[in-house]
């Protein structure tokens, strides 16, 4: 079975530039999400998808990161403008919804994740 | 807000036990769980354990739960070199699927 998969691994870009990174979950996955990890940080959740929809958007600094998963399976984080705080790796995870959306210990797969540096 | 905490470095010598631990916030969380991430790499699941269990153990992982205290545990029997690793805590919150919290993560280094 082919594990989440993100595009690009690395980029450099400069301050005010934008970016885009690109994620494509286990096939059949239902939940998507997003989540920033800053260098020493623990990863900090940026958007949840279910299917197409958005679920939790809380952390999302909306004025700069937009993210969006048409047709409920790949999706795309966008960062524009960037800023030097922004310096981090992006990791996309997905998991199968759970019956009746009850709270299930399934487990979350990680792909190997985007590694955003600002200069 | 919701927090987890667990220190940030352990060092020990090759088939020692290995002994993380972490605290957490939140006395809802249903899951709790322990993620490794090695250089370069995602995040992989270890093993988790559902908030009305103490303990749970899974070949050389063990894991305790004090729910009072919100205390969780870790331990890696005979630690080997190829468990040199980051090694993050995390729980489940507001009663959503999968949204988890994750602590910052334990370097562990094993001297050979």
């Known amino acids: 079975e082919a594990g989440v998969a993100q595009s690009p691994r690395y980029k450099i870009i400069e301050k005010r530039q934008s970016v885009a990174f690109w994620c494509n979950p286990i096939s059949g996955h239902a939940t998507l999400y997003w989540y920033q990890q800053i260098l020493g940080q623990g990863p900090k959740l940026l958007i949840q998808f279910q299917n197409n929809g958005v679920v939790d958007d809380s952390q999302l600094p909306k004025d700069r990161f937009s993210a969006e998963r048409l047709k409920g399976v790949d999706s795309t984080l966008k960062i524009q403008p960037a800023k030097l705080e922004d310096s981090a790796v992006y990791l996309c995870a997905s998991r199968p919804a759970g019956i009746g959306g009850a709270i299930t210990a399934g487990e979350l797969f990680f792909g190997e994740g985007s590694r955003l540096t600002v200069l | 807000g919701e927090d987890v905490e667990q220190s940030l470095f352990l060092s020990v010598r090759e088939g020692d036990s290995s002994v993380i631990n972490c605290t957490y916030t939140d006395s809802s969380s249903t899951y709790l769980y322990w993620y490794k991430q090695e250089p370069g790499a995602g995040l992989q699941l270890l093993t988790y354990i559902f908030s009305n269990m103490d303990m749970k153990q899974d070949q050389r992982l063990t894991v305790l739960l004090n729910k009072k205290d919100k205390h969780l545990s870790l331990r890696i029997a005979d630690t080997q070199t190829g468990d040199s690793a980051i090694y993050f805590c995390?729980?489940?919150?507001?009663?959503?699927?999968?949204?988890?919290?994750f602590g910052k993560g334990t370097k562990l280094s094993v001297k050979p």
């Open positions: 995390a729980a489940n919150y507001g009663g959503s699927q999968g949204n988890l919290i």
